[in-house]
């Protein structure tokens, strides 16, 4: 079992760059399949990027693809998302998420078993 907890999020300007981090507790982290979703306001949860074991493959969702950056630290037991050039439509409350193992539908919110707690990034135009 693993444990969530992501920072980073806050109140940004359009065109602004922004980090957000993602701390695992729990066994095995290396053993997870890391991903990244978001939530827009009065919106459903959306596939915003995907990581597996020693990053062998990242996926993106295409509409954020060249602006944002998925990352693992195994060492540190980490996740990160670097968003540049960000938009209005960015405003959300940014997920966390893992599964054990490498499988099918890593886009899927259905596909994972852990979640934190999420972290709000607004952008202000």
């Known amino acids: 079992q693993v444990q969530l907890a992501e920072s980073g999020g806050k109140l940004v300007q359009a065109g602004d760059s922004l980090t957000l981090s993602c701390a695992a507790s729990?066994?095995?982290?290396?053993?997870?399949?890391m991903g990244w979703f978001r939530q827009p306001p009065g919106k459903e949860r959306e596939f915003v990027a995907a990581?597996?074991?020693?990053?062998?493959?990242?996926i993106y969702n295409d509409s954020m693809k060249g602006r944002f950056t998925i990352s693992r630290d195994d060492a540190k037991n980490a996740v990160s998302l670097q968003m540049k050039s960000l938009q209005r439509e960015d405003t959300g409350v940014y997920y966390c998420?893992?599964?054990?193992?490498?499988?099918?539908?890593?886009?899927?919110?259905?596909?994972?078993?852990?979640w934190g707690q999420g972290t709000q990034v607004t952008v202000s135009s």
């Open positions: 990581i597996v074991l020693g990053a062998a493959t990242i």
């Open positions: 729990g066994q095995s982290f290396n053993n997870y399949v």
């Open positions: 998420a893992a599964r054990e193992g490498v499988g099918s539908a890593i886009d899927r919110v259905e596909s994972y078993d852990y």
